[in-house]
């Protein structure tokens, strides 16, 4: 059957994708909190013992500038215009400052959220399995693996005939890899809800879903997620939580750990006490190996059958894709017509959405990331959205609750457009002929 034109924007239906939502969300169960020794925030966002907090760092107005930033291991957070924010704990600031960076600490939003804003990892997982139980014909869940303190790591799979295996093209959506960025979970909620309280009512939806098979994985860091909100105060808190072998230091930077170019090119940190440490080695983080397995395990006759992904990530309002290890547009597995492909999908939604386009490394270069993994290891056109807020003075990574829907509701046009040209990507361009041919 022909694809609906998508010449028009219809209204979308927010009010009963939140109200299932809110349905499916039950109740949480004890979730073990953060060590006592964990700090405390004060009023303006510092802690006792110097724990991380956010810092502008000016001076830096080009991607080589934020490049060699980035290579001290220090975590970029936001790219303004001629500075950049930071996250350091006290230590790390200190050196920044003995390298010449001028620093400025910015004052703390985590007050504008609380972490009962968010639901919990075990209101994720009761989520879906109300939603296989109320629509099994639609809905499907699977364990891909366990995170390093054994928390299940859960694959939602969408579509018509959900039981069957069948030969269509199939979209990801990853949620969750850095613990902090609670909204993208959110997103991963709003989806689910809003894919199956509108299949057979919204008639675009609904032939999507008739055509394609869509998976969710909720979070790829549960364990990250739950300690970062536990103690009832935000922690900041981006790795997962696994030891590092001969550091006291805790956590691998999942978005650092994934098997292509790792550690190429210092777009990461070797130091276990960097917020972008990429581990001992790629796919080292179990995290990291359960999602690549998985997508492995979708190699059918030696075809991938995901053909396209979207990683969500907060914050900065952005639509990026591959490649992040380097500046150049074209590279060995991305052809000119591959980065044209990119370009045109990634401009068409961030159009529906207002987000800003680019290749990630116009930010500055990133190594071991899953984007690059996914085209430059598997042949999927995947993208990296950074969600609301644009800045940390709308709140950061801890944005009030009162956005959730909005700012959730607000990226389904783009999911619906990457839905669109999931059978051929390359049609966006006008080249289905020479790459989509039967």
């Known amino acids: 059957m022909p694809l609906i034109p998508r010449g028009r924007r219809r209204a979308t239906t927010v009010a009963a994708a939140c109200s299932l939502t809110l349905a499916l969300a039950l109740g949480s169960q004890a979730i073990a909190a953060p060590p006592s020794s964990s700090p405390s925030p004060t009023a303006d966002g510092a802690t006792a013992d110097g724990a991380a907090r956010q810092y502008e760092v000016g001076g830096l107005a080009t991607r ?28 790390e600031a200190e050196r920044l400052r ?20 968010y639901a919990t990892y075990e209101e994720v997982l009761a989520a879906v399995d109300e939603a ?108 997962n939580r696994e ?28 130091s276990p006490s960097s917020e972008t440490y990429r581990g001992p080695s790629a796919e080292s983080a179990p995290e990291t190996q359960a999602v690549a397995d998985f997508v492995r395990g979708r190699v059918v006759g030696g075809e991938q059958q995901i053909t396209t992904h979207i990683d969500w990530h907060t914050y900065s309002e952005l639509v990026l894709w591959p490649y992040g290890y380097t500046y150049d547009d074209t590279a060995p597995g991305l052809t000119q017509d591959d980065a044209d492909t990119f370009a045109a999908l990634g401009t068409a939604m961030a159009e529906t959405n207002g987000y800003t386009p680019q ?64 059978d051929c990507v390359y049609r966006i361009i006008g080249a289905e002929a020479e790459y989509c041919a039967a």
């Open 132 to 239: 296989v139980a109320q629509y099994p014909d639609l809905v499907s869940s699977q364990v891909i693996g366990q995170s390093y303190e054994g928390t299940d790591i859960v694959a939602v799979k969408i579509s018509d005939n959900v039981a069957d295996d069948e030969d269509e093209p199939e979209v990801l959506f990853t949620h969750g890899q850095h613990a902090r960025e609670h909204l993208t979970v959110e997103m991963a909620l709003y989806l689910l809800a809003d894919f199956t309280s509108q299949y057979g009512a919204d008639a675009e939806l609904t032939e999507y879903l008739d055509t394609r098979e869509v998976w969710i994985i909720p979070s790829v860091n549960p364990d990250g997620k739950t300690y970062d909100t536990a103690s009832g105060e935000f922690q900041m808190w981006r790795k």
């Open 64 to 91: 080589a500038e934020r490049t060699e930033l980035a290579r001290t291991g220090v975590a970029v957070d936001e790219v303004r215009h001629g500075s950049v924010v930071v996250t350091a704990d006290a230590a």
């Open 98 to 117: 003995d390298l010449g960076y001028e620093l400025d600490a910015l004052p703390s939003t985590r007050q504008a959220a609380a972490p009962e804003d």
């Open 359 to 422: 290749q990630s490394s116009d930010l500055y270069l990133t190594d071991g990331t899953i984007d690059d993994w996914m085209w430059g290891d598997q042949g999927i056109f995947s993208y990296t959205f950074e969600m609301y807020p644009t800045s940390e003075a709308e709140g950061g990574f801890y944005p009030p609750g009162d956005v959730i829907d909005r700012e959730t509701s607000r990226n389904r046009e783009a999911v619906l457009l990457m839905l669109e040209y999931a």
């Open 243 to 270: 030891p590092n072998a001969g550091s006291s230091a805790i956590g691998t930077d999942l978005n650092r750990n994934w098997a292509y170019e790792w550690g190429c090119c210092g777009g990461s940190s070797d």
